[in-house]
Nanobody, 121 residues
Framework: QVQLVESGGGLVQAGGSLRLSCAAS????????MGWYRQAPGKQRELVAGIVSGDNTKYADSVKGRFTISRDNTKNTVYLQMSSLKPEDTAVYYC???????????????WGQGTQVTVSS
């Protein structure tokens, strides 16, 4: 089992930047896909970005070119650098982790508690 703790959410103006962090503990493996989903009020939870390794990443079309996901395996931490933020990026962002060798888009098996990101216009 993996425990995930997010940090870095907050309030930012449109066009601004934020960086989310997700620290993993427990049964951590470099072969685990990790990443971020988000859920806006009244909407379904959606995949924002996922990563297995530096060249194995996936992004939602809506964030391509604006968000960058990375991971530091020495710290068991995944980061989401968000730039050029828009009001429609407002949501609760959830860190997730999958079992080793599962794909980025497999249904997550571990979730963080969520962190609120609010982008004002």
């Amino acid at each position: 089992q993996v425990q995930l703790v997010e940090s870095g959410g907050g309030l930012v103006q449109a066009g601004g930047s934020l960086r989310l962090s997700c620290a993993a503990s427990g049964s951590v493996s470099r072969a685990r896909a990790m990443g971020w989903y988000r859920q806006a009020p009244g909407k379904q939870r959606e995949l924002v970005a996922g990563i297995v390794s530096g060249d194995n990443t996936k992004y939602a079309d809506s964030v391509k070119g604006r968000f960058t996901i990375s991971r530091d395996n020495t710290k068991n931490t995944v980061y989401l650098q968000m730039s050029s933020l828009k009001p429609e990026d407002t949501a609760v962002y959830y860190c997730y982790s999958n079992p080793p060798f599962y794909s980025i888009t497999s249904p997550p098996t571990s979730w963080g508690q969520g962190t609120q990101v609010t982008v004002s216009s």
